[in-house]
């Protein structure tokens, strides 16, 4: 049996051990039936080019674990950004765990998705969100919308600043020969509102992982949000992250990936504008080798006027890793004085390494200020002489190089502290202790 059957056959198991309500029910089975006639994407699909999942799904993944596990904090406590205080919302084998989590329902509510979904007081808010903005014809989205249970709950009502920030954490143990999660993530901040969110998910093993991640981030009007992304996993993970951003007038909302580690990951981002001088920020960097696979899926959707959207992406690939970036600008008519940028700008450290960009502007407003750009290159040589010249180390320059060739994305994160975490990862990669402070 192939993972779609495997899925397929057990979802009726599924909905039985699960209180879910009629409306759920509806929007499950309508869900399952574009996954069942779509099935797992392929690179007959335009959008899935150049990424191809078959080696990922001959796994015999099981899509539900087996028992709960427990794992000490010593254990993650490198994974956390423990330098500050946040909330965290916890989960190992997609299973919430309350003895490493922080939540929190005073004055904001941080908290579980399966509580969301299943207690009365949450039901206007999951009415007017759920599933409001993910897409209904891309079969992973859909497959996680079937499968959707838990996750994490983040509402900031009008007018309030979460006074840290908000980390969510999935981790997976390898209790399971290989395993398959779905988590489903709902972010929605009020009213000039503020938050600062954290994501990460990190296999604990050698056992293959695969993560269909799906989060709808609902940004009101003059509400900033700004959303962190860290993507270190083992060799043995893979990550299909599908993200869906409303925004409404006069809001911020900023996402930054940061792909260093794993197998093969995808991210699927999507920005939706929905009122006037909105602005979008979408920044990444890369930084992989060996055989790894990151994959940027990008779309920004100008709907209103006088917005702006800023996208800048840096990619290192050495060894025999491949990069993707697939950015695509839409401005609809009504949208003029929109101003909207985007870049992807890349390295290649090895004459096996692989960049595949498709940047694309599809404009039909005539009064806007739209670009878009794409490098692909090497190292400056004439720069790496200077400083070699100067008495830096070979190694040592071109660290520095690609670490300037990253800065202006380093500079955009907001937390201090995970500014500082990144630098190090950053360093790690590249094999060098940098003589400053990063």
Known sequence: MDLKEKLLSSFMAFEERIDVHSELHDLRTLALKNFEDKGFPTKKDEAWKYTSLNAILKNDFTVFPKQDTTIEYNEVRKYFLHEIDTYKVVFIDGVFNSFLSSTTHDGIDVCLMSSALNKPKYKMVIDTYFNEIASKEESLTSLN???????????IPKSKVADKPIEIMYFSTGNEAALLVQPRNLVVVGENSHVQIIERHQSLTENPVLTNSVTEIFAQKRAIVDYYKIQNDNLQANLIDNTFVSQKQESHVS??????GGNLT????????????IVSTLNGITIIGEKQHVDHYTLVQHSQPNCESHQDYKGIFSDKSTGVFNGKIYVEREAQKTNAFQKSNNILLSDKATINAKPQLEIFADDVKCSHGCTIGQLDETAMFYMQSRGIPKKEAKALLMYAFSNAVIESIKIPELKQRITKIIA???????????
């Open 255 to 260: 996402v930054n990936t940061f792909c260093f």
């Open 428 to 438: 790690t990669k590249l094999g060098v202790k940098m003589g400053f402070d990063l």
């Open 266 to 277: 995808r991210n699927n981002l999507n920005f939706y504008h929905l009122g006037e001088r």
């Open 145 to 155: 919308t079937a499968f959707a249970i838990e996750g994490a709950y983040i509402n």
